[in-house]
């Protein structure tokens, strides 16, 4: 993809004939080795298990395709922001299973920027393998949005802290091996965000108990994960002492980046598109009903100016610019995007959306069907997660507009 800097508004969008082949190669090696059965489940928005992450996993990392975005010394690819956007697009696109981003995207990055050398060799080679997972604990009853009140304690006691408190929302803690937390070291510290330090705990500490929250789905990936006098080494504490917010800002970034999701929305688009062409509605197909192509098409050009915004932050990193708070935009229209399509789905088949079969009629019952109902509720979150998106147009405003 060629860009003219002179003028940071025109943008060439072709790619060039490297990153053509360069796609390709990742095309075809994910046909050939992305396993059936997890696409499958993927497909049908089933519930992945621990293994099924972790299968996946271990395959990119045979690969060596794991963590494209890593110091090479520590296994990336040494690929550019253009090959790695691509990766992520085709991988979205084939209905690769996620790859949990707590470790490899959101811890593995803050070890590189603020931990000990010791720290680094001890948790990323595990993180690279799949030997132990990841999860994030920031969010706790009444500190979600207001992420600085958070109130869960850390006090220190010669080479320990003694951890006290609750988190809450915290994705996968039910399969995690570790958990990186936000905790208060200073209860009086003058701004709120002094007194916070960032600590790595081992999920089998001796006082940590999970409770799982089902989703409105009946789906379970988030929990509340409490802390009951929990020892953790000083050793553990990542960056010094009250300089936690520093390590949680620098991961939100990260975080805020990798939520536009633009090659399964595409997939999910096709389908749709699939779908239109061959329900029907009151005798006529569906995509020959107005109302419906024309909402199907505004999420389409909403999707295609996503894709050119997100090339856009993509070169600027290429420049060597790290992206400023506007990059908020890629979480509210990614995640808007997303929803739309769910909701387009659900709609393109009516009652079929249900998971039980319409009137008792067995025959009707269409597994991909009857999970767009689902699928449907399960996305409500994503305009929630990763700080809502009333938070991320407040950054937008204040920050990128000066408002
Ligand atoms: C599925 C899911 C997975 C999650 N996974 C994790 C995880 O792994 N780890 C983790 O730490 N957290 C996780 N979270 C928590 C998530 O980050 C919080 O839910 C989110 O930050 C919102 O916080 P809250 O739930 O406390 O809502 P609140 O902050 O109480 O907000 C409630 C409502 O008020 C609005 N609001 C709040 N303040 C303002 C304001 N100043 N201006 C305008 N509107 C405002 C919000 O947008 C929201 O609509 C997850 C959440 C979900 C739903």
Redesign the pocket.
Known sequence: MRVARDRQTTMDLNYSADERAFRAEVRAWLRDNLPGDLRDKVLRYAELSRDDLVRWHRILAGKRWIAPAWPEQWGGTGWSLIQRHIFDEECGYAGAPPLVP?GLAMCAPVLFAFGTDAQKARFIPRIYRGDDLW?????E???????ASLRTAAVRRGDHYVVSGQ???????HFADWIFCLVRTDAVASRKQDGISFLLIDMKSPGITVRPLK?MDGGH??NEVFFDDVEVPVENRVHDEGKGWTVAKHLLGYERLNTARIGTSRRELERLKTLAENEHDGGRRLIDNPRFRDRLSRVEIELTALSITELRYVDQMRGGRQPGADVSILKIKGTEIQQAITELLMQAVGPLAQPVAPDGDADAFDLFRASLAPRYCNFR?TT????????Q??IVAKRALGL
């Open positions: 707590f999860c994030q604990g920031y969010s009853p009444g500190a979600g949005s207001d992420l988190k809450i929302w915290t994705t996968f803690a989703l990936e988030v979150k929630i997660y990763a700080g809502s998106n009333e938070i147009r407040d």
